[in-house]
């Protein structure tokens, strides 16, 4: 069973940066996709930005585009988001969460082990 654990969340100005990671245990061939998700009070969660193992890629989503940057480093078994430019709009809480499917082809319904979160407010 993958576990993840979501950390480095917290209060930043308009125009900075913040980077969360997501430590990831369990068996590696439990997952293909990793991704990092967030949703906004009263908001349905979205994704944000995905890695897939099984390609090698990494793919961003809407406003993430330019300013977020998806990194892994396989030997902490820890994927990062790296967040630069904040918003207000990119206040949320931020999970991470796995997929068996390639992030190509995976839903977010195809994400079937999550993180508990991380708060990410934006605001000055």
Known sequence: QVQLVESGGGLVQPG?????????SGFASDFDAVGWFRQ???????????????????????????????????AKNTVYLQMNSLKPE???????ATSPIPATIATISDYTSWGQGTQVTVSS
């Open 16 to 24: 900075g940066s913040l980077m969360l990671s997501c430590e990831v």
């Open 40 to 74: 906004a009070p009263g908001k349905a969660r979205e994704g944000v930005a995905y890695s897939s193992r099984s390609d090698d890629t990494i793919y961003y989503i809407g406003s993430a585009k330019g300013r977020f940057t998806l990194s892994r480093d396989n």
């Open 90 to 96: 990119d206040t949320a809480v931020y999970y991470c």
